[in-house]
């Protein structure tokens, strides 16, 4: 029997046409006409402009410096997250600040949020922005977090690179920050093989994203430079599989859903095993199927888990390390970071593909019970 993976792609139909079109026609470049269509439609989606990149890392680099993040600037982040949400604040030459989750969604606990900034108001030295993470296809609950960051002046990057397809209170995830990032990486809801988009509400931000994502050449056709620029345009062909897979992004959400609550269902009777919360004020793709083990209750630890599912062929995962964790990471402020800690010693991922076949689940919840009853 194959190895039954944590998250794969999971193609379309019409991605190939596209493809294959960027090849008939020569646009096989950082230019042509998929990634303007491409862009089109995310924007439709999300309600606003859109820029085409090389990764949603990339598109975390330049949201920052279009917040005017820069050398020694605090920038808040989720704690819980992988490290690609954080490792941009460095390349700015900024320090990161962690914060803490709230257990009832997993996401940045807003009221630690602002605790922390009234903290740091009343000492004169507010961080320049906050990056707030929607993990594994649920949103933070945004409000409370924008409505804070406003009153303090603190600029907000939402990374919804796990959570393309959510919404909060009937808006897509991602719309209501200034800037907010997703990635086409191949693990998540929708790939390009790798890439990422930049979302901003203003218009002349994603067109200097762009100039930057596209070597910041001046303009005239000397190879003129006045500042720094990177090399993170999306190729056109990569963005006709965006297109194509944009088209069936509903499918998607709808497929990870089921298999979430099919876990669900199929673990109802055993004590000690607990979906990851459903907050109430949106839609959660359930991207990847995370699962809490209290090991006294479940009869196995976390850990135990994993390596039974290893024995039998399937992949899965802890839920991220936090970054207060990451020894990358030991010389940064951390403000909480018991719940995130807790979370990544208890929770796991289990497989999620949207073609994950019902025979395959039903290989992983027969492994889970077993590990149960052991
Ligand atoms: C929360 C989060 N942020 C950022 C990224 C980075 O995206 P990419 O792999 O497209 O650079 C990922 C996934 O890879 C992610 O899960």
Not at 178 to 185: A, H, K, L, R
């Amino acid at each position: 029997m194959p190895r039954i993976l944590l998250s794969i792609p999971h193609m379309g139909g019409t991605e190939q046409h596209y493809a294959s079109e960027a090849f008939s026609t020569n646009w096989v470049s950082t230019a042509g006409p998929h990634l303007g269509a491409f862009e089109a439609a995310f924007s439709q989606r999300i309600g606003h402009p859109s820029l085409c990149l090389s990764s949603g890392t990339a598109a975390i680099h330049l949201g920052l410096k279009l917040l005017g993040v820069g050398p020694g600037d605090e920038v808040l982040c989720s704690t819980l997250t992988f490290a690609a949400s954080a490792n941009p604040i460095r390349y700015q030459g900024a320090v990161p600040i962690f914060l803490d989750s709230d257990r009832a969604t997993w996401n940045l606990d807003p009221n630690l949020l602002r605790e922390v900034l009234q903290a740091k108001a009343a000492t004169n030295r507010l961080p320049k922005a906050l990056i707030v993470v929607d993990l594994y296809g649920q949103s933070a609950d945004m409000d409370p977090i924008l409505a804070t960051c406003r009153e303090y002046g603190v600029a907000v990057l939402e990374d919804a690179a796990e959570a393309l397809g959510a919404t909060y209170k009937g808006l897509p995830a991602g719309s209501l920050s200034e800037i907010s990032v997703y990635s086409f990486n191949g693990n998540k809801i929708i790939t390009t093989a790798g890439g990422g988009m930049l979302t901003a509400h203003d218009q002349a931000m994603v067109d200097k994203a762009r100039f930057w994502a596209t070597q910041a050449r001046d303009p005239g056709i000397a190879y003129e430079h006045s500042e720094t620029g990177y090399n993170y345009r999306m190729s056109n062909v990569l963005a006709g599989i965006g297109r194509g897979q944009l088209e069936v992004l509903d499918l998607r959400v709808q497929r990870r859903r089921e298999i979430a609550f099919r876990y669900r269902d199929a673990f109802a009777d055993l004590p000690g095993i607990s979906l990851m919360p459903q907050a109430a004020y949106g839609l959660h793709t359930n991207w990847l199927s995370c699962f809490l083990i209290d090991r006294t209750r479940f009869g196995c630890s976390r850990d135990d888990l994993l390596r039974h599912l290893d024995s039998r062929d399937i992949e899965s995962r802890p839920v991220w390390k936090p970054m207060h964790l990451q020894p990358l990471f030991a010389d940064c402020e951390v403000h909480g970071g018991a719940v995130a800690a807790d979370l990544f010693h208890t929770g796991i991922c289990l497989p999620s593909s949207s073609n994950l076949g019902a025979d395959d689940q039903a290989r992983v919840i027969t492994a889970v019970r077993e590990a149960a009853r052991a």
